[in-house]
């Protein structure tokens, strides 16, 4: 249980187009997802809280204009990546947590991540 | 700011020996401790948790220690196998915060 998906898992692009991922929770449902990115040999950074049925919040320094996130549904949340650029290359990964699962704790649970090159 | 993060960055160990990988953190407000594992090009699995109330907490072939005194976090791998071999990450958060901080990573390395 307590599987989460990402589409795609890599994903090459030209600068000046915008790229969307899927964030899916497979078998559980989840209000709130996390969007996370990560840097070659650096840790995770948290970029944006998305809530089901409302506006996503950003962390400071994240553009919300640029990163847009969507959670129309209980299972899957998407973050669409607008007039990418070269800079914006990176490994993007999202998480739930299942608070419907007994026992449930606080943990998050990981998509596999997505692989952004933007040329 | 509140920071989490860890003493070494990479660690070699031989196949077979324990491996212990310590986490430093700097929030005292934190009540809530993961350890991941990440494999190269994957997202991070869950391996082991702990809340503040315990100092110890042990799963397969993992122990997770937690000294609030000096708000330090180790995790302790047995019998390492090469399958073990990833970066693993402590995170943390408190009580009534969803969001996780993550340390900065340690590069663990089982030699045959």
């Known amino acids: 249980g307590a599987v989460v998906s990402q589409h795609p898992s890599r994903v090459i692009c030209k600068s000046g187009t915008s790229v969307k991922i899927e964030c899916r929770s497979l078998d559980f449902q989840a209000t709130t997802m996390f969007w996370y990115r990560q840097f070659p040999k650096k840790s995770l950074m948290l970029m944006a809280t998305s809530n089901e049925g409302s506006k996503a919040t950003y962390e400071q320094g994240v553009e919300k204009d640029k990163f847009l996130i969507n959670h129309a549904s209980l299972t899957l949340s998407t973050l669409t990546v607008t007039s990418a650029h070269p800079e914006d290359s990176s490994f993007y990964i999202c998480?739930?947590?299942?608070?419907?699962?007994?026992?449930?704790?606080?943990?998050?649970?990981f998509g596999p991540g997505t692989r952004l090159t933007v040329l | 700011g509140e920071s989490v993060g860890l003493h070494l960055p990479t660690l070699s160990v031989q196949e077979g020996d324990n491996s212990i990988i310590n986490c430093a953190y700097s929030?005292?407000?934190?009540?809530?401790f993961i350890w991941y594992k990440q494999e190269s090009g994957k997202g991070p699995q869950f391996i082991i948790d702990?809340?503040?109330?315990?100092d110890k907490r042990q799963g397969q072939r993992v122990t997770v220690l937690l000294n609030k005194t000096v708000k330090h976090l180790s995790l302790q791998i047995a019998a390492t196998q090469p399958g073990d071999s990833a970066v693993y990450f402590c995170?943390?958060?408190?009580?009534?915060?969803?969001?996780?901080?993550f340390g900065t990573g340690t590069r663990l390395t089982i030699i045959p």
């Open positions: 995170a943390e958060n408190n009580f009534g915060n969803e969001k996780l901080t």
């Open positions: 929030n005292s407000a934190s009540d809530y």
């Open positions: 998480s739930a947590r299942d608070w419907g699962r007994q026992g449930a704790g606080d943990e998050q649970f």
């Open positions: 702990i809340r503040s109330n315990m």
